[in-house]
C-alpha cells in the first residue's frame, strides 16, 4: 500500500484515475492548489493533511506495486483497477501482473502484497478471478490469456504526465463474488458467537468492500477493519481469557478477522449493550457501537453520557424512533451513515 489511495466517493467516477494519479505524485512534489477544480483541489488538501509518514488510506481501495515504474490501485468499492506505467511494456507487464496475483493473506505476506502470479491452491485460480473478464467475457485464469488481453488494454492505453494509463472496469456483480469468498467465514464465526451472517457480511461490505488487506488512516485492519488494540485486544482478554493485542498478520487474516468482529459484536450485546430489551433495538445499537463505540451511543442519548438513563430512555423507544433517532440524533454523523448503510446493506444477505 501507499499514501496515495484516498478517494472521494462525492466525485464523478470520469475523474476518478486522474484523482488519483494526482494523489500519487502528492508525497513526492509540493501542490499548487489553484491549478484544480475546487473539489479536486479540496481533495489533495485532505490528502496532505491528514497523511502521515505511514500514509493514509481508503479502506477499500488497495495500492500495491508501487515502484517508479509502474502503480496499480485497485478500488474494490467501484470495481476499477487503475495501472500506470512509463512505457508501454511496463504497463503491459503491470496489467498481466495484477490479472494474476494472489493478494489473499493466508497465500502471500500480507505486509508486502508483492508476490504476483502465485495461485490460491485451493481454488487453483488468482485472486480477481470472475471479479474481471477479458474481451471476450471470459474469466482470465493463465498467463496467455492474461498476456493477450493485456495487449488489447495497452492499445487502449492513454497518455498524461508523462505515464501510460489503462483502466479496468469489474463486471457489475464483482462484490458479490468478492464477498462469497468469506460467507463460510462469517457463517462459521455468527454461529460460535451468535451474530447473525447478514449483519456480518453487511458490516464487512460497508467497512471494506471485501479488500482483505483494507487499512484506514486510524490502522483498523482487513475486512472488518478490527483495530488491535480495542476490538482486538477485547476479543483475546474477554473471550479467550488472557490479555493480547493481535499482530497484524494475524488480522489481516480473513479467518481470523472475521472471528474477531464475530466475537466483538457478542461482547457488545452482552456485556456493553446489555439492559436493551428488543432484539431490533439491540441489534441498531451493536451496528452502530461498532461503529461509534458504546460510550458515544450513551452520550447521544444522555448529556453526560449516563448508561442507565440512556439504556431507560432506549427501552422507553418504539424500535422506529430508536432507528431514526440513531439516523438523525447520533453525535458522530459518520455512525448515522454507517447504521444507514448497513442495514441497507443487509437485505441482501438475509438469505444467507
Known sequence: MSSSTLVKKTIPEARLFVIILLLMAASAAAIEFDQYDDDVAALLREYQSESDQQGSYNPSVLSFNQTTDAKTLVDFEKGLILVSAITPETLKQSIVNVLLTQ???????????????????????????????????????????????????????????????????????????????????????????????????????????????????????????????????????????????????????????????????????????????????????????????????????????NKTKAIARINRMSTKEFYWFLTNRHIRQETRNYLKKVNGKKRKYINL
Do not use: C
Not at 216 to 240: C, E, H
Not at 269 to 298: F, T
Open 103 to 305: 493478494i489473499d493473506p493466508s497465500v502471500i505476506d500480507a505486509k508486502t502484497a508483492q508476490d504476483f502470479g502465485l495461485v490460491n491452491q485451493q481454488t487453483n485460480r488468482p485472486f480477481f478471478w470472475g471479479q474481471v473478464v477479458d474481451h471476450t467475457g471470459k474469466p482470465i485464469e493463465a498467463l496467455r490469456a492474461a498476456a493477450e488481453f493485456a495487449d488489447v488494454l495497452v492499445r487502449r492505453r492513454s497518455f498524461k504526465d508523462e505515464r501510460f494509463t489503462v483502466t479496468i472496469a469489474m463486471v457489475k456483480t464483482h462484490k458479490d463474488i468478492a464477498g462469497g469468498k468469506y460467507v463460510k467465514y462469517a457463517k462459521d464465526a455468527g454461529r460460535q458467537y451468535g451474530v447473525s451472517v447478514s449483519i456480518m457480511m453487511a458490516i464487512m461490505e460497508t467497512e471494506s468492500s471485501f479488500n482483505p488487506l483494507a487499512r484506514s488512516r486510524s490502522n483498523a485492519l482487513g475486512l472488518m477493519q478490527i483495530k488491535a488494540d480495542t476490538a482486538g485486544r477485547d476479543y483475546f482478554s474477554i473471550i479467550k481469557g488472557y490479555k493480547h493485542t493481535p499482530t497484524s498478520a494475524f488480522l489481516y487474516s480473513p479467518k481470523n478477522n472475521i472471528e474477531v468482529a464475530a466475537g466483538y459484536l457478542s461482547i457488545l450485546g452482552d456485556r456493553y449493550l446489555v439492559g436493551i430489551r428488543d432484539p431490533k433495538k439491540l441489534e441498531y445499537a451493536m451496528i452502530s457501537s461498532y461503529n461509534g463505540g458504546a460510550g458515544n451511543l450513551w452520550r447521544s442519548l444522555d448529556k453526560k453520557g
